[in-house]
């Protein structure tokens, strides 16, 4: 009878860690499945032309320049629960400044379960010399991640509405933090308390009028404030940062 009632309470319990296991599972992909998607001027902006070409595997699109071969080359981590092709528009027209840019795929779209997705990248046959990363939102937090343990492979890290998790007072590398002045997605607390974290001489730019999401194509982000400059123009005046970053880091 004792052993009759053991058996019952064990069988119990392993249904229950069933059940909650299944349910557990059922929740994670309803969360992840419910992600921020390309728009079709995003989708548009995937097709090669006389300028750029684009390559696409199942982790990373690559937007390569034709002509010469870039010196440089920007590794790109979305943001959390965006779809990597999101931000084709941005990263093409990094292209068209004559930068080699990869945006890696990550799992679920989430770079927490990929955070090394660029140690692949550059270990691929190219002719880049300099390798930047960039990221956006969660995207730039792991991004900083890479960089913390890989910091004699990068010569420099940019951060798009983001900030570290870890220190980089250190690094031996420039920073640039970009973020919109209607931004209402990222955590000023947080991000005020992270300059701690950055070098001395890192860079800052805000971005009048724009706001979290529209350094993608993705559409409105919930909890996101309201641009008063268009996404196109959020998107140049990040190139042109970007741009101007690494060409003054390649001057020093």
Not at 129 to 152: C, I, N, P, R, T
């Amino acid at each position: 009878m004792e052993q009759n009632r053991k058996y019952s309470w064990v069988r119990k319990v392993l249904i229950g860690l069933a059940v909650l296991t299944v349910i557990t599972a059922g929740a994670f992909f309803l969360y992840v499945n419910d992600y921020y998607q390309a728009t079709a001027e995003a989708v548009a902006a995937l097709q090669s032309d006389g300028a750029v070409t684009i390559t696409e595997t199942d982790d990373a699109i690559t937007f390569a320049p034709n002509g010469e071969d870039p010196e440089d080359g920007l590794i790109f981590y979305p943001g959390g629960k965006v779809e990597a092709e999101a931000y084709a528009p941005l990263l093409r027209s990094l292209a068209e400044a004559d930068l080699l840019v990869v945006v890696a795929k990550m799992p679920f779209h989430l770079a927490v379960f990929d955070a090394d997705a660029a140690e692949a990248i550059m270990a691929q046959d190219n002719d880049v010399e300099e390798w930047y990363l960039a990221g956006h939102s969660l995207g730039g937090v792991m991004a900083a991640s890479f960089v913390a343990s890989q910091a004699d492979e990068v010569a420099g890290l940019i951060f798009l509405a983001s900030y570290p998790s870890g220190d980089l007072n250190d690094a031996p590398f420039p920073v640039l933090s970009i973020y919109g002045s209607e931004d209402g997605v990222l955590n000023r607390e947080s991000y005020d308390e992270a300059r701690r974290m950055l070098p001395e001489d890192y860079t800052e730019i805000v971005l009048d009028g724009g706001n979290h999401g529209q350094f993608g194509d993705y559409g409105p982000q919930e909890g996101d404030g309201t641009a008063s400059i268009s996404t196109e123009q959020q998107q140049q005046q990040t190139v042109e940062a970007i741009t101007a970053f690494i060409g003054n880091n390649r001057q020093q």
